[in-house]
T-cell receptor, first 117, second 116 residues
Framework: AQKITQTQPGMFVQEKEAVTLDCTYD???????LFWYKQPSSGEMIFLIYQGSYDEQNATEGRYSLNFQKARKSANLVISASQLGDSAMYFCAMREGPWNNFNKFYFGSGTKLNVKP | GAVVSQHPSWVICKSGTSVKIECRSLDFQATTMFWYRQFPKQSLMLMATSNEGSKATYEQGVEKDKFLINHASLTLSTLTVTSAHPEDSSFYIC????????????FGDGTRLSIL
């Protein structure tokens, strides 16, 4: 089974509107971390936001927030007030277990976001 | 924040050439680094886990003799694509874990490899 599932290959959003990118995950561990990355066309992976499995509040970082629904195993990224520069690929990722040197990260297939002027 | 540097950014070379890509952690020690391959419009595919002072752990289906990994110090891992062919053309990107539950994997900027 896929560890991370992103069901939206592509999304369009109007500039200045909010958009939600979906992510569901699969793990039997109690301790895990969820991460979102942005990858512009230039290729670098930019870390956006983190949510720990024990965090009771949804994470927020500026215009990014994470809608964490633990029972549903979902960790959707919400981008408020979209900007043209938000156009990029977005990847959801998970680290299973507490941190150690050897943690693999599991990545979803990504969502291509296009922000329209 | 933690910085990972990857070099070179672009490589264009002839078929049969071996190509070395370097991945450095600039401000932290990385016992473990990861090498990924990414095809256009696809996700990152983990190729191998590079362990300082020991052999790399390769994912299923990745040829060890084709993709040689060396992690000789706590700040440097290298990936050598040996006798590269056009089908090896891809985007290669490395990452490293910094300490802490809330720490992401920190990525280099990637290397675009084109084999003619």
């Amino acid at each position: 089974a896929q560890k991370i599932t992103q069901t939206q290959p592509g999304m369009f959003v109007q500039e200045k509107e909010a958009v939600t990118l979906d992510c569901t995950y699969d793990t039997s561990d109690q301790s895990y971390g969820l991460f979102w990355y942005k990858q512009p066309s230039s290729g670098e992976m930019i870390f956006l936001i983190y949510q720990g499995s024990y965090d009771e509040q949804n994470a927020t970082e500026g215009r990014y927030s994470l809608n964490f629904q633990k029972a549903r195993k979902s960790a959707n990224l919400v981008i408020s007030a979209s900007q043209l520069g938000d156009s990029a690929m977005y990847f959801c990722a998970m680290r299973e277990g507490p941190w150690n040197n050897f943690n693999k990260f599991y990545f979803g297939s990504g969502t291509k976001l296009n922000v329209k002027p | 924040g933690a910085v990972v540097s990857q070099h070179p950014s672009w490589v264009i070379c002839k078929s049969g050439t071996s190509v070395k890509i370097e991945c450095r952690s600039l401000d932290f020690q990385a016992t473990t680094m990861f090498w990924y391959r990414q095809f256009p419009k696809q996700s990152l595919m983990l190729m191998a886990t590079s362990n300082e002072g020991s052999k790399a752990t390769y994912e299923q289906g990745v040829e060890k003799d084709k993709f040689l990994i060396n992690h000789a110090s706590l700040t440097l891992s290298t990936l050598t694509v040996t006798s590269a062919h056009p089908e090896d053309s891809s985007f290669y990107i490395c990452s490293a874990n910094s300490r802490g539950d809330n720490q992401p994997q920190h990525f280099g900027d990637g290397t675009r490899l084109s084999i003619l």
